[in-house]
């Protein structure tokens, strides 16, 4: 498929900040219709991606399309064509919502009347319809803001959506909303939708493809079951009574699996034949005074992957690996 028929198309894209090289040669095809995940530890260059590919950076070589244009050259047609939902969520607080949504609209060229009708219709789509209209954005929760900045990204139908870490420090009721919005965006208006998070269970259930970006470059591509499946192997998961205990755990357990992590009070083994390991697991950690306080085996998740390819936690070094 040529370049201009994806929605979205890298090639060698680089963005530097004197010597610092954020974004290295990174080449990207995410087809029309696609939900897209990305994913990098803090300072791998996502965020730094995302603002070229939304034209508000511009890049040091290579090139980028985004539905159909060239994010240097036509950034105008570009920004008709997406949507962006920024991390920090940027909104008038003395505003109310459909006063928002109604002046965005506006600005896209609709007439008063229809967009007072876009604010309508996407305030129910986002399940916001229902709250008083004078009250002001400013008295909003954390999840009702973000709901309504995606409403606001979305107001001039775009072609391609830029979700920026969109649950982030929601709880999960809110979490779980947006991720049904996109989904039905997704599957029912045929929103191409370009999302990073920090939230590796967020990339398993809505994208169809995942890539890992880590020091500039992408080191991982592909199905989020097919970048599982090349862990090779299962795990199982013991929680400790602390952080120390965990570290013991995971030395005393070395011969048994060379490759293990660490997260806080909890220690995964990667290991093949699990089940038949588990006996051995808990005499060995009996033997040495270690008390088990759970034990699960599990197939491997994104967050494996994550630290498989990366070294670390999604936020940075939130895990990391115990070998020998």
């Not at 610092?20 to 803090?42: I, R």
């Not at 192997?233 to 205990?245: H, I, Q």
């Not at 755990?249 to 089940?275: F, K, N």
């Amino acid at each position: 498929m040529p370049d201009g028929d994806r929605s979205i198309a890298t090639r060698a894209l680089t963005r530097r900040f004197g010597d610092l090289v954020a974004v290295d040669a990174v080449d990207l095809e995410v087809a029309p219709g696609e939900v897209f995940g990305f994913l990098g530890p803090n300072g791998a260059g996502k965020s730094t991606l995302v603002r070229m590919l939304t034209t508000i950076l511009a890049p040091s070589a290579g090139s980028a399309r985004v539905a159909g244009h060239d994010v240097v050259h036509e950034a105008g047609a570009v920004r008709r064509a997406i949507g962006v939902a920024l991390q920090e969520v940027g909104l008038d607080p003395l505003m109310t919502a459909r006063e928002l949504l109604t002046l965005q609209a506006r600005l896209f060229d609709a007439g008063r009347a229809e967009a007072a009708a876009r604010a309508e219709r996407l305030l129910a789509m986002v399940g916001l319809d229902e709250v008083p209209p004078a009250t002001r954005v400013g008295t909003y929760s954390g999840g009702m803001k973000r709901r309504l900045d995606l409403a606001l990204a979305l107001v001039h139908d775009p072609r391609v959506l830029f979700l920026d870490e969109p649950t982030t420090g929601l709880d999960p009721a809110s979490r779980a909303a947006i991720w049904r919005e996109v989904r039905r965006l997704n599957e029912e208006d045929g929103v191409t939708i370009f999302l990073t998070t920090q939230y590796l269970e967020e990339a398993d259930r809505l994208a169809d493809r995942v890539a890992i970006i880590d020091r500039g470059r992408i080191a991982a591509l592909g199905t989020p079951a097919s970048l599982k499946a090349e862990v090779g192997e299962e795990v199982v998961e013991l929680e400790l009574p602390d952080p120390d205990a965990a570290r013991r755990a995971a030395d005393v357990l070395a011969g048994l699996a060379p490759r293990r992590s660490l997260s806080g009070a909890r220690a995964r083994l990667y290991v093949t034949g699990a089940a038949a390991l588990v006996p051995e697991v808990v005499r060995r950690l009996d033997a040495a005074g270690l008390p088990l306080r759970g034990l699960s085996v599990t197939q491997p998740t994104l967050d494996d992957v994550f630290l498989r390819v990366t070294g670390s936690g999604p936020a940075g070094a939130e895990a990391k690996e115990a070998t020998p």
